[in-house]
T-cell receptor, first 116, second 113 residues
Framework: KAGVTQTPRYLIKTRGQQVTLSCSPISGHRSVSWYQQTPGQGLQFLFEYFSETQRNKGNFPGRFSGRQFSNSRSEMNVSTLELGDSALYLC???????????????FGAGSRLTVL | SQKIEQNSEALNIQEGKTATLTCNYTNYSPAYLQWYRQDPGRGPVFLLLIRENEKEKRKERLKVTFDTTLKQSLFHITASQPADSATYLCALLMAGGSYIPTFGRGTSLIVHP
């Protein structure tokens, strides 16, 4: 079956602009999580969506937002971009229900954002 | 403060040897611990999961141990191959919560032919 698909793979923006990234999860997976990966901080959790609702949220400013559609596809948006937002943004899906401890994530290849 | 520590220095080993990677944590009480592999330009790929009440888990050439007293997990690759070269990430999942994996920064493994 198809894996997690993220678009675009690469993009370059300038400070102050906004960006929208898209993620199509594995068919049947209802949970979609977003992570930011940088060399300095590693993988940092942004938020998780389940059944179109934000279920968990990491410690990122309000400029970072997301949503999930009825077909489980998800988008994340970053407004008023800063240089420090340059990173690899990874989307992961899982079939996990709340309280399912294993919660194995299947990641996409990521969207590489460069802010100039 | 809470920390997940993986060796930031790359681990260089010769083909055929056993690679051992370490994941230490402080101020966490994980119910589960996962290991992922990440290749350059790709997302992490899940390898193994171990529960807090399990001491050891094996899958083919991979072995994971979990010592909740030492607050440490060891990840072993036996008979390593150059194709095993990648970054390996550990992730903790806490009981009674969201089970959102919290990741370490990973250790780069380089297997020399």
């Amino acid at each position: 079956k198809a894996g997690v698909t993220q678009t675009p793979r690469y993009l370059i923006k300038t400070r102050g602009q906004q960006v929208t990234l898209s993620c199509s999860p594995i068919s049947g997976h209802r949970s979609v999580s977003w992570y930011q990966q940088t060399p300095g901080q590693g993988l940092q959790f942004l938020f998780e969506y389940f059944s179109e609702t934000q279920r968990n949220k990491g410690n990122f400013p309000g400029r970072f937002s997301g949503r999930q559609f009825s077909n489980s596809r998800s988008e994340m948006n970053v407004s008023t971009l800063e240089l420090g937002d340059s990173a690899l943004y990874l989307c992961a899906s899982s079939p996990a229900l709340q309280g399912s401890g294993a919660n194995v994530l299947t990641f996409g290849a990521g969207s590489r954002l460069t802010v100039l | 403060s809470q920390k997940i520590e993986q060796n930031s220095e790359a681990l260089n080993i010769q083909e055929g040897k056993t690679a051992t990677l370490t994941c230490n944590y402080t101020n966490y009480s994980p119910a589960y611990l996962q290991w992922y592999r990440q290749d350059p330009g790709r997302g992490p790929v899940f390898l193994l999961l171990i529960r807090e009440n399990e001491k050891e888990k094996r899958k083919e050439r991979l072995k994971v141990t979990f010592d909740t007293t030492l607050k440490q997990s060891l990840f072993h690759i036996t008979a390593s191959q150059p194709a095993d070269s990648a970054t390996y990430l550990c992730a903790l999942l806490m009981a009674g919560g969201s089970y959102i994996p919290t990741f370490g920064r990973g250790t780069s493994l380089i297997v020399h032919p």
